[in-house]
């Protein structure tokens, strides 16, 4: 079963508008942590955001929000007042802390290919 | 401005040579990532290493391939012989971990392999 399913294999949001990135986790251990990664067509892997599952507020980094959503096991990233520099494969991926025996290494999602239209 | 630097960004080579792939991690990170992308497989998670020590590489064929740290500055990934499957590009990342809490892990840019 995949850990981190992201559904969405591509995206379209028109330059300034806001776009929601879907992604779902499955894991059964109670610590852990879930990150954004954005890979520009130049290849590089930026980080974005990190949300822990015990924070309480979701996590935002300027334009950058995560839906934490513990329940649903979702972590969806919000690209707030998009730019066209923003176009971009989008990877949610996970890092279990305590089972799994492959404490520290992220699990990563397929990707979503985000398009910003001007 | 801390970078993980990786040598070199592009490789081209024939089956059945050796691969050296060469990664810098960012000072004061104690944990080494290699992950390799592709199109059908997307990232995955090849070997890690914690304070030089590797901890897991499950992930990586061992029978041609070879992870190490020889020093806190250097880590290395080799493939030996070379297979037209290995084409792929392999990410270097570095990472802080402390007891049981891990932070963020910086990528550097990718070594592009391309084995004919």
């Known amino acids: 079963a995949q850990k981190i399913t992201q559904t969405q294999p591509g995206m379209f949001v028109q330059e300034k508008e806001a776009v929601t990135l879907d992604c779902t986790y499955d894991?059964?251990?109670?610590?852990?942590?879930l990150f954004w990664y954005k890979q520009p067509s130049s290849g590089e892997m930026i980080f974005l955001i990190y949300?822990?599952?015990?924070?309480?507020q979701n996590a935002t980094e300027g334009r950058y929000s995560l839906n934490f959503q513990k329940a649903r096991k979702s972590a969806n990233l919000v690209i707030s007042a998009s730019q066209l520099g923003d176009s971009a494969m989008y990877f949610c991926a996970m890092r279990e802390l305590n089972y799994g025996g492959s404490q520290g290494n992220l699990i990563f999602g397929k990707g979503t290919k985000l398009s910003v239209k001007p | 401005d801390a970078r993980v630097t990786q040598t070199p960004r592009h490789k081209v080579t024939e089956m059945g040579q050796e691969v050296t792939m060469r990664c810098q991690p960012i000072?004061?990170?104690?944990?080494v990532f290699w992950y390799r992308q592709t199109m059908m497989q997307g990232l995955e998670l090849l070997a890690y290493?914690?304070?030089?020590?590797?901890?897991?590489d499950s992930g990586m064929p061992k029978d041609r391939f070879s992870a190490e740290m020889p020093d806190a500055t250097l880590a290395t990934l080799k493939i030996q012989p070379s297979e037209p499957r290995d084409s792929a590009v392999y990410f270097c990342a570095s990472g802080l971990t402390t007891g049981s809490s891990s932070y963020e892990q910086y990528f550097g840019p990718g070594t592009r392999l391309t084995v004919t």
């Open positions: 949300q822990g599952s015990y924070d309480q």
């Open positions: 894991t059964s251990d109670p610590s852990y942590g």
């Open positions: 290493f914690r304070n030089r020590a590797p901890l897991d």
């Open positions: 000072l004061g990170h104690n944990t």
